[in-house]
């Protein structure tokens, strides 16, 4: 009778094409007709959450009835990306995201780029919270002699050992730049750009020696080649040792590829998409061979009851914080048309939003805002402070630099370089506007609005105030052009973007929209020429 309940939990675990097995104790091995040599291990997979936490309950409670089948090892890994994204992440800083991993179970966590999008300090306080390994073999304080983090974490499944190896795309010291360094200008952490390839193979090597009979590298990396020239491919190529790549990073849904890596083995290469699009499903046989599928999230029939409560309690929680009405629109405020991110390659009428709050609760001349920074669409009818942070959810500290004319003219020439391809450095812009020739990549006619409303040609010589965000001063967006310039002190209370967006439509606009934002101003005109 109880090989036959076990051939039946084992079948219904059959998802996306394979059965799935996990973990048992040795006597309910043998009561199955298994040995620990018999036994295949299962490794569920994600990567690029994003906040998305409901998928949560599902990995677990995956992983949860596999272990109820009792007739493999199994384990769930995370490869990063999990702080940040909507509204949960946001408006507690990582904290409510946490909250709920901490009830997964996680046998390995790869940081991601989005890790340290509140700050290094922020991050680490975080992830001492997590009742799991956090791995990267590429995280380093500046000058340190050993990474911030092990570089891999090794389990040991009935007779054998998987080691999972943690790396992290050197680029993210260029998305989230202003986290690697303080208000200074001085380096506090390194990825090691120069020595990646080197640090991610000594893992794995180190690995190999102490064991492991399987390397899995959890890899927040990526598909497309970045400036710096790394993505997963170019990885595996570099290095040798390991069996699998779990990737992420560019949000591909990558069931299986296969890429040859430097000692001539084929070594496949997967990624789940984002969001808890499909949770992705590595399996071991008993007799070693290796296979990967991808699963829709909400095709797996198995939850967490653990996890779901925690997720319940952070939903309670921010549905609390955030149902407040702010204020109320009669059109659509808009960063995308279908499907694409026109505030990262034109003026909208949100950027027109988002700029003109900060220019006013910063008291400045002119407010620059990276399109990159502004993220969700606000839909008409009631603005509530759930759709605020979900437009601006990094709560980005503001500041008032001053700048000159010239250095104004060269940040709007490098951030408009490649309009009218999508950059998330294009600048929104309130109290100024010039005209962008995208054949010559050049700009001119930049104009200074004037008190009155009217506008009179910027002068290079002379020094304007200028609201932004610290992201943007300290190099995270704008490609460093504004990084030396001086801060100035304000009285402002306001503190963040989020805030200053809030209070603009709630106390400068009365709480309604005008209609002078119903498209975009002008502000910005481009010339296909």
């Not at 340290?116 to 500046?142: E, H, K, W």
């Not at 640090?199 to 399987?214: E, F, I, N, P, T």
């Not at 500290?397 to 999508?422: H, V, Y």
Request: glycine residues 8%; proline residues 3%; negative net charge.
């Amino acid at each position: 009778m109880k090989k036959n309940i076990l051939r039946m939990m084992a079948a219904i675990l059959t998802l996306g094409g394979m059965t799935a097995m996990t973990a048992c104790s040795d006597s309910d091995a043998d009561d199955a007709g298994l040995s620990p040599q018999d036994k295949s291990i299962v490794i569920l997979y994600e990567n690029d959450v994003h906040c998305s936490i409901t998928g949560y309950a599902q990995i677990a409670g995956w992983r949860d009835a596999i272990n109820l089948a009792d007739t493999a090892y199994a384990a769930a890994v995370s490869v990063g990306d999990f702080l940040q994204g909507s509204t949960i992440g946001a408006i507690s800083k990582g904290q409510y995201v946490i909250d709920v991993m901490r009830h997964v179970g996680y046998d390995a966590i790869a940081l991601g780029n989005h890790e340290f999008d509140y700050g290094i300090d922020r991050m680490t306080s975080l992830l001492q919270q997590l009742d799991a390994p956090v791995i990267c073999a590429n995280y380093y304080t500046t000058d340190a002699a050993a990474p911030c983090y092990a570089p891999y974490v090794m389990h040991q499944y009935g007779n054998r050992r998987v080691a999972f190896v943690g790396a992290l795309t050197p680029e993210t010291m260029l998305l989230e730049r202003y986290a690697f360094y303080d208000s200074e200008g001085h380096q506090l952490a390194d990825l090691r750009q120069d020595d990646f390839y080197e640090l991610v193979q000594q893992a794995v090597s180190d690995a190999r020696h102490a064991g492991a009979d399987y390397v899995v590298l959890l890899s927040h990396v990526g598909e497309q080649t970045q400036s710096m020239g790394f993505d997963s491919h170019q990885l595996v190529t570099h290095i040798s040792g390991i069996d699998v790549v779990l990737d992420g990073h560019t949000h591909s849904v990558i069931e299986a590829e296969t890429v040859t890596d430097a000692a001539g083995k084929p070594v496949v290469v997967t990624q789940t998409g984002t969001q808890f699009a499909n949770i992705g499903k590595l399996l071991i046989t008993a007799d070693g061979h290796i296979s990967v599928s991808l699963t829709p999230t909400s095709d797996v029939p198995y939850e967490s009851s653990a996890v779901t409560a925690a997720i319940d309690a952070v939903n309670s929680l921010v549905d609390e914080q955030t149902r407040q009405a702010v204020g109320i629109t009669d059109f659509p405020l808009v960063v995308s048309e279908n499907g694409e991110w026109v505030v990262r390659s034109s003026e909208t009428n949100m950027g027109d939003l988002v700029t003109d709050a900060l220019r006013h609760v910063m008291q400045a001349d002119i407010a620059l805002v990276n399109g990159g920074g502004i993220r969700n669409d606000i839909a008409a009818g009631t603005i509530t402070y759930a759709d605020i942070v979900s437009v601006l959810p990094f709560f980005n500290p503001l500041l008032k630099i001053r700048a000159t004319g010239e250095e104004i003219i060269s940040t709007l020439r490098q951030c408009c370089a490649n309009t009218p391809e999508s950059d998330g450095d294009f600048p929104q812009c309130s109290g100024i506007r010039f005209t962008i020739h995208t054949h010559s990549h050049t700009i001119d006619h930049v104009q200074i609005q004037l008190p009155d409303g009217t506008y009179a040609d910027i002068d290079p010589d002379a020094t304007y105030t200028v609201a932004l965000t610290d992201y943007c001063h300290h190099g995270g967006g704008f490609h460093d052009a504004l990084i030396n310039c001086s801060i100035i002190p304000t009285d402002s209370t306001v503190y963040d973007d989020a805030q200053a967006l809030s209070e603009y439509i709630a106390q400068a606009l009365g709480g309604t929209i005008p209609q002078r934002y119903s498209a975009p101003q002008g502000r910005i005109t481009i010339l296909d020429d």
